[in-house]
Structures are given as structure tokens and as C-alpha cells.
């Protein structure tokens, strides 16, 4: 029982579910602003969760598209992804997307979100929860099973 326990313990110690995930996330500081990180969850359950800020028009610096995302097992999670009113309809989102799937892409992992719409009232342009998940979908991210949607490198 000893050399089951300790055997057990010697594959998860050497299996790194986080590793490319994380270093995702380390090389998206050369494609966006990071802007901060944080902790939550439990004690036994905590995600590091990153924040970044793209501007995507030179010309316009109150353009931000807002992106935090955190790592899953071999994966990336995209938690937010939100626009400044001005700026929404305009691609933006889309660009943000490409240049994430690019990143997940070299590393190797792949990206999980739950579409949800929120702060529906900033502007007339937003999108509610079904016309998020076909703008996923026109994004090349598919139904996974039941719980979200993914993207696979």
C-alpha cells in the first residue's frame, strides 16, 4: 500500500496540469498591458486570475478592450472579455480573440469560456447571452459539452 501511495503521489508530483497554461499567460504580457493579478478560491481550490488592457486604436486611448483570464488544467479560461461602449461593433473583440488564440496556439493549450452577457445597459450594441454564443461560434470555439464552449489549438 506504501509503494501504491507513494507511486501515486511521484506521477501527480510530476505531471504538470498548469505548466503551459500558465506560461500562456506569462506571454501574453508581450501582447497586451498587464494590468494586475490576484488570487481567489479556497485554500485547496485557488485560481490566479490576470487581467490585461489592449488598446486597439492609437488615435482613441479611451478604446479598451479588457480581457481576464486564468488557467484550467491545460487550458486557458477566458473569464471576461469586455469593450469600452465607444468602441464596440467595431472588431476589436475579435482582434483581442485572434491574438489570445495565437498565444493558447504556441503553447499548445486550449481556450474554455461561458459565454454570459453583462452590463447589457453600457450600450445599444451589446450583445445578450445567444449573441455571444454565436459570435463564439463564428470564432471557431464549439459547444463543450453542456458546461461552455472551447477552442482547440
Known amino acids: 500500500m506504501n509503494l501504491l501511495r507513494e507511486t501515486i503521489r511521484r506521477i ?27 488570487v481567489t478560491g479556497s485554500w485547496n481550490d485557488k485560481i490566479e486570475n490576470s487581467e490585461f488592457v489592449w488598446y486597439p486604436d492609437p488615435n482613441d486611448p479611451s478604446c479598451i ?12 479560461f477566458l473569464d471576461e472579455i469586455e469593450t469600452s461602449p465607444q ?21 499548445g493549450v486550449s481556450i474554455l469560456l461561458k459565454p ?19 459570435f463564439y461560434r463564428r470564432q471557431g470555439f464549439s459547444d463543450a459539452n453542456g458546461w461552455g464552449m472551447e477552442w482547440k489549438p
Open 87 to 107: 468602441c464596440e461593433g467595431r472588431g476589436f473583440a475579435k482582434q483581442a480573440i485572434e491574438k489570445l488564440k495565437a498565444v493558447a496556439s504556441a503553447h
Open 12 to 38: 501527480l508530483l510530476e505531471t504538470d496540469t498548469w505548466g503551459s497554461a500558465k506560461e500562456a499567460i506569462e506571454s501574453l504580457k508581450g501582447v497586451f498591458e498587464f494590468k494586475q493579478s490576484w
Open 65 to 76: 478592450v479588457r480581457i481576464r483570464v486564468n488557467p484550467s488544467w491545460n487550458s486557458l
Open 116 to 134: 454570459k452577457a453583462f452590463h447589457v445597459d453600457k450600450g445599444e450594441n451589446r450583445m445578450n447571452t445567444e449573441e455571444l454564443k454565436s
